[in-house]
């Protein structure tokens, strides 16, 4: 199936443009399902953004993300998504980092990366050093823990809410409806070891009970299939329709569109001075008085 984000443009030689522009502070850089990808040194994130922008065009931060690996020492990832308006083209950058080691911000470079910045410090617990308000954004005052690390509990730990009842705001024990509240460390995509409830009757599907859904198309596959459906003959090119034979309704229905209406008015477009029967015969006809409407009985005067 073709992709719905918009198509982005390939930009010859970026490769080698980054590594010659980055020297030491590049330290890998992957081209994968159309898509460049660098990891740089977090020490120098401020100043390869600024050579980004200004020697290869990567005018504008469209998002930072933040990605939790608890198995790496360095265990967060801050992913900055760049957009080049001028090359159609996108490049990620990938930066390191643990608990404790701050990321130089690039606010003073785009402004708007004090938000985007303040929500993976809210989600994941990541330092930005130089951020001017690193204060939550999406918790509530005090909340305690960082939702979307992978070894975030889903009980224990408090809410604060503001209470019709009590006129305040108060605090409550988190509770949650959800019957699997402990987290394995396992997609719910490639399937769990254990049988889950309803597993035990994929029988029809081809999957071993217990392996869960089956796993989807990876994005090199997905790749594959768009190529061998560009391959197929394009759809063909819209048509506009500039005159009635233009239509594609046939020729019977352009026919019977250019008969004459019951009040003799042509299918054609009439002049200023052309005039249909019907119009001629309501302009003769005497206009008659409206009679004046009778007030209702028990209404107002």
């Known amino acids: 199936m073709a992709s719905p984000a918009p198509l982005v443009a390939p930009r010859e030689g970026v490769g080698a443009a980054l590594a010659k522009l980055l020297g030491d502070d590049l330290i890998d850089h992957v081209f994968a399902v159309s898509e460049d990808s660098i990891t740089v040194r977090r020490e120098a994130i401020a100043g390869v953004m600024i050579s980004l922008r200004d020697n290869l065009g990567y005018q504008q931060l469209m998002e930072i993300a933040g990605v939790d690996y608890p198995d790496r020492a360095e265990r967060f990832e801050v992913v900055y998504h760049l957009l080049s308006v001028t090359k159609n083209h996108r490049l990620r950058v990938r930066v390191s980092t643990d608990e404790a080691t701050p990321v130089p911000s690039i606010v003073p470079i785009w402004p708007v990366a004090g938000w985007l910045e303040r929500e993976v410090f809210d ?69 769990a070891d254990y049988v889950l409830p309803g597993d035990e009757k994929a029988g029809g599907t081809g999957e071993a009970p217990g392996k869960g859904a089956p796993t989807p198309m990876t994005a090199q596959a997905v790749k594959k299939a768009d190529e061998a459906a560009d391959k197929k003959a394009p759809p063909p090119t819209p048509k506009t329709t500039e005159k009635p034979a233009q239509t594609g309704a046939g020729a019977k229905t352009n026919l019977k569109a250019a008969k004459t209406s019951r009040d003799g008015a042509s299918a054609k477009v009439a002049t200023k001075a052309a005039k249909t029967p019907a119009t001629t015969k309501a302009e003769k006809a005497p206009a008659k008085p409206r009679a004046p409407r009778k007030p209702k009985a028990g209404g107002d005067a």
Do not use: C
């Not at 990541?126 to 999406?138: E, H, K, Q, S, Y």
């Open 123 to 191: 989600m994941y617990g990541v330092l930005f050093a130089g951020n001017p308000d690193l204060r939550r954004i999406l918790t509530d005052y005090g909340f305690q823990g960082h939702p979307q690390r992978k070894d975030f509990p889903l009980t224990g730990y408090i809410e604060l809410r503001y209470s019709e009842e009590d006129k305040r705001v108060v605090y409550e024990p988190v509770k949650l409806a959800q019957d699997f509240r402990s987290f394995d460390f396992l997609s719910p995509w490639e399937g």
